[in-house]
């Protein structure tokens, strides 16, 4: 189990700050904690443990410069915390100085970053077990810039889906890309609730499930943080890889297991709605209920 979570990354495709990457760390330097504690009790000698996991195993991407800096200092610190937590519980912990290598964050546009070079899913001794995670930027179809519809042009490969779809749609596809057929690897992302509505679900997941499946997902939730002009939107979390464990729907206050689970995220086989360029009877429908008041 320990030679386990020091092979583990984790690597957030558009970390900001580092806020996951630094939660993430410390919640594998306590599970680590818990284990060396766990040996120590039932072992009939003291042994002296250190800890395995390392500040390379996390990757980032951030497209802001400063973000990109204090993403790695934040990590120095994080560990500097853990040190001393470490200490607190078995008496001793490794020094700070000289500072070692912080996480692996890269500065740059993360649709346009090979994810596989940024982070290499196998090393010297083989598959790595990679877990990616982030909350991308969210921007409706109509609000991106021409760079941005650039970038989805890149993901989707030219094709003209990606005109009507929201920009965090990019991170996703990306991600399944970079899973391929790796039964090591997973994706979670918090996103907009509007990529698992409309015809948005036939654009993205029909891509995306080709050879993943929905692993988990949180259904929609009010979005909620301490910025005093919260977004006013709804999201949600969706999870995608390979597993042959059962699949969890998350709502606010319970569990449900499920053996499928939709784009729609419900218990459910996957299907897609598609467009017709012929209608099915009468008159062709030109614009629907879409909100279009002033523009």
Not at 2 to 21: E, Y
Not at 250 to 275: C, R
Request: charged share 25%; net charge neutral.
């Amino acid at each position: 189990l320990l030679m386990r979570i020091q092979r583990i990354r984790v690597f957030d495709s558009a970390c900001g700050s580092g806020n996951f990457l630094i939660i993430a760390y410390k919640e594998l330097r306590k599970f680590e904690m818990a284990v060396l504690k766990a040996l120590d009790d039932l072992g009939e000698q003291s042994v002296m443990f250190m800890s395995g996991i390392r500040l390379p195993q996390f990757f980032g991407i951030e497209i802001d410069d400063f973000a990109h800096e204090i993403a790695l200092l934040s990590l120095w610190l994080a560990e500097n915390q853990m040190n001393k937590l470490f200490e607190a519980e078995f008496g001793y912990s490794e020094p700070m100085l000289p500072l070692k290598d912080s996480g692996n964050i890269f500065h740059g546009n993360a649709l346009r970053l090979d994810w596989e070079k940024v982070c290499p899913k196998q090393d010297e001794q083989g598959d790595m077990e990679v877990y990616v995670c982030g909350n991308p930027p969210f921007l409706g179809a109509r609000v991106q810039t021409p760079n941005q519809k650039e970038d989805l042009a890149l993901v989707f490969e030219g094709h003209k889906d990606y005109k009507d779809c929201d920009y965090v749609s990019g991170w996703l596809i990306k991600g399944a890309h970079y899973i391929g057929k790796n039964e090591n690897i997973a994706c979670s992302f918090v996103a907009t609730n509007s990529i698992c509505q409309g015809e948005q679900v036939g654009y993205i997941w029909s891509r995306i499930l080709r050879n993943n499946e929905i692993l988990f997902a949180h259904q929609s939730f009010k979005w909620s943080n301490s910025a005093q002009d919260k977004a006013a939107v709804i999201c949600v979390i969706v999870g995608f890889g390979h597993s042959k464990e059962r699949k969890r729907i998350f709502t606010v206050d319970k569990i449900n297991y499920a053996q499928y689970i939709s784009p729609y995220l419900i218990e459910s086989k996957s299907s897609f709605a598609s467009p017709r360029k012929v209608p099915f009877f009468g008159t062709k429908m030109l614009m629907g209920s879409m909100p279009r008041d002033g523009g």
